[in-house]
């Protein structure tokens, strides 16, 4: 019997719940083989993330119990810390075996093994049947030519073994073992259940299709249903988070799932991802019967040049428009994810985009969520690829979640072929420094929804001029926006809206007693999370002692 410890990977912004489906399967089918597994979640254990900078200290703790192999699950903003982790634990048991895995690992395969000599393989893709068998020669002879899907050193060369078939129905796959994650499910305010792998689309900017080998699989509707009724009774929260690159990617699926639940008569609330062209009103009513009341759409941007470098479909502006308010007619409400940054767009692209944002905020009777990127170039994906002589790397990450220490940094920059999506594309007429303050702005704008939704109602293009405005002019200040804590961000919000575009209005006393009010809500309330309180109301219930 071999012993398995798993390390999920590091979630920065806070610590929270944070159950990772992928090592909970991999616990579940080393256990069905009679091996050991354990959780070693940091995310669990550190109260304070300043701590996560000397991510060394943890070593300790993640060889707890003595396991002959640790396992690391990897994505692209935490690599330096789980490649940082693992050398940790080779220095402190060099007769551990560190495995890694996930996305990020998985793109970087060679790159990786290459740069760090500490970590002996790496698994790429889809791991239950190949960890299987890793466990197997593990104990018996260690021949890990026979291990599909294993990157590993036979002496100083790299081999990549073959990889195993995709598991074709993956109903087959074992319960994730739920009872190992040192997160109470109980706590999740939403049971996360992986509901399908893959995805019918090919976006140039995501790893997807080439992790899943291109095809989109789902679990069917009864095994869902069976998985939420045993999870249900025995964790409690009746909602459910479905975990999967796209829900609604296979629209037969989508019906047949609200028509089994239906039928079975469960009642319960849940969440999924979408992408926005599936949205019509049959499909979405049918979702919001069957307990459907949020849904994350990508919808990106609204250009067609842009379309184009992300290889998809042009939408029109108004048939996005109108799915979304499909969606809150329904009574589902909806994160929208847009982003910026992508090669050769311009002011004038971007413009259009965030027309569209504040347009998905307000289509309806409810208040959708939007969030703001800029363009990661993931490892290995096509938009990375073709720009691999753009790629430039300021020190910063891209995402505010993600706070880098000088050992990160000096990591990004020794192995830009690893940490690929540390780096922005250089765009000539686009600074870095602007596009993060719009996605500043843009964010934490929505600490003020009524505001901005007077604002956008009555102003359009003004109010749009004057945020790009801001944003040029946080892009000079030499203040770190993405440093400071949130309180004193939503502050500058505040200031930026009282002093440089009420002033320009004619009729701006209604408008400044509402800033006012929501600034009072903010502070007594900043930590709110923007899904959290200040957004589980209906739009409409607010919108009417507003307007
Ligand atoms: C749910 C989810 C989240 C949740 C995380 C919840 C959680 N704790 O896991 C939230 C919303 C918080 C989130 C955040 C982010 N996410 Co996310 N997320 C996903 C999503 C949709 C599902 C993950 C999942 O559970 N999959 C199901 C499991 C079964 O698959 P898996 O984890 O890949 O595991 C399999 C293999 O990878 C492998 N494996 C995994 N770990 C290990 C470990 C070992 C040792 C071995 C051998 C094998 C192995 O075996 C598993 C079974 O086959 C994926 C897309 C996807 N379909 O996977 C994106 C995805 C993982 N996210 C992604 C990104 C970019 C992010 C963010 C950086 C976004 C951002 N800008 O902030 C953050 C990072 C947060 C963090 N540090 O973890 C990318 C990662 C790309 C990359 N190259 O790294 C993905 C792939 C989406 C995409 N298409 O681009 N995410
Ligand atoms: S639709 Fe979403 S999951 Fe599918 S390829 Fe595009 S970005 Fe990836």
Redesign the pocket.
């Known amino acids: 019997m071999a012993t398995?410890n798993?390390?999920?990977?590091?979630?920065?912004?806070e610590i929270r719940p944070?159950?990772?489906?992928?090592?909970l399967?991999?616990a579940a089918v080393a256990r069905n083989c009679g091996h050991q597994a354990h959780i070693r979640d940091i995310?669990a254990i550190c109260a304070d993330p300043g701590q996560l900078r000397e991510i060394e200290n943890f070593a300790g703790y993640l060889l707890s119990d003595h396991p002959d192999?640790i396992?690391?699950?990897?994505?692209?903003?935490?690599?330096p810390a789980a490649i940082r982790m693992a050398i940790a634990c080779k220095r402190l048991r060099p007769d551990v075996y560190a495995?890694?895995?996930?996305?990020?690992?998985?793109?970087t395969a060679e790159e990786t093994l290459r740069a760090y000599d500490e970590i002996d393989g790496?698994?790429v893709?889809?791991?239950?049947t190949?960890?299987k068998s890793?466990l197997n020669e593990f104990e018996h002879g260690r021949n890990w030519g026979n291990v599909p899907n294993l990157v590993w050193r036979n002496c100083l060369q790299l081999i990549r073994n073959q990889q195993a078939p995709l598991?074709e129905n993956l109903d087959s796959l074992p319960l994730?073992a739920y009872d190992l994650s040192p997160f109470s499910i109980a706590d999740t305010g939403g049971i996360?259940i992986?509901a399908g792998?893959?995805?019918p689309h090919r976006c140039s900017?995501?790893?997807?299709s080439r992790?899943?080998n291109g095809r989109i699989r789902m679990k069917s509707a009864h095994k869902l249903l069976e998985q939420i009724k045993a999870l249900s009774a025995e964790y409690k929260p009746n909602k459910v988070a479905f975990?999967?690159?796209n829900f609604t990617g296979s629209p037969d699926f989508c019906l047949e799932f609200c028509r089994a639940v239906k039928a079975g008569g469960v009642k319960f609330k849940w969440s999924a991802?979408a992408c926005v062209d599936a949205l019509n009103s049959n499909l979405t009513g049918k979702m919001a019967e069957a307990g459907c009341q949020h849904l994350?759409v990508g919808i990106d941007t609204n250009t067609a040049k842009v379309y184009k470098i992300i290889g998809k479909r042009m939408l029109d502006q108004a048939f996005v428009i109108k799915n979304m308010a499909n969606a809150n007619k329904a009574g589902i409400e909806c994160t929208a994810s847009f982003i910026v940054g992508f090669p050769g767009e311009n002011l004038s692209d971007i413009r259009e985009t965030l027309k569209l944002l504040l347009d998905v905020m307000f289509t309806g009777d409810r208040i959708n969520i939007a969030q703001l990127?800029i363009l990661?170039p993931?490892?290995?994906?096509p938009i990375a690829q073709n720009n691999i002589h753009r790629l430039e790397f300021d020190g910063f990450p891209?995402?505010p979640?993600?706070r880098l220490s000088k050992k990160d940094e000096a990591m990004i920059r020794s192995h830009p072929d690893v940490f690929t999506?540390f780096y922005t594309i250089r765009n000539d007429e686009l600074s870095k420094a602007f596009l993060l303050s719009l996605c500043l702005i843009i964010i934490h704008m929505q600490n003020f929804p009524d505001t901005t939704l007077l604002l956008w109602r009555q102003e359009r293009m003004r109010f749009l001029d004057l945020l790009l405005s801001q944003a040029e002019h946080l892009e000079n200040d030499n203040t770190n926006w993405f440093m400071q804590n949130k309180a004193e961000t939503i502050a500058m919000i505040y200031k930026f809206l009282q002093q440089r575009i009420l002033p320009q209005l004619d009729n701006s006393k209604k408008m400044r007693k509402l800033l006012r009010h929501e600034y009072i809500i903010n502070s007594t309330a900043v930590r709110l999370e923007f899904e959290g309180a200040l957004r589980s109301k209906s739009y409409g219930e607010r919108k009417r002692g507003v307007l």
Do not use: K
């Open positions: 398995i798993f390390c999920p990977p590091l979630i920065y912004d944070n159950i990772s489906l992928g090592v399967s991999l995310n192999i396992g690391f699950s990897t994505v692209c903003n935490s690599y495995l890694m895995g996930g996305p990020q690992a998985s793109a790496i698994m893709g889809e791991c239950e190949a960890l890793f598991v994730p996360p992986e792998r893959g995805c900017y995501c790893s997807t992790f899943w975990v999967s690159d991802s994350y990127h990661t993931n490892s290995g994906t891209p995402e979640v993600c999506s």
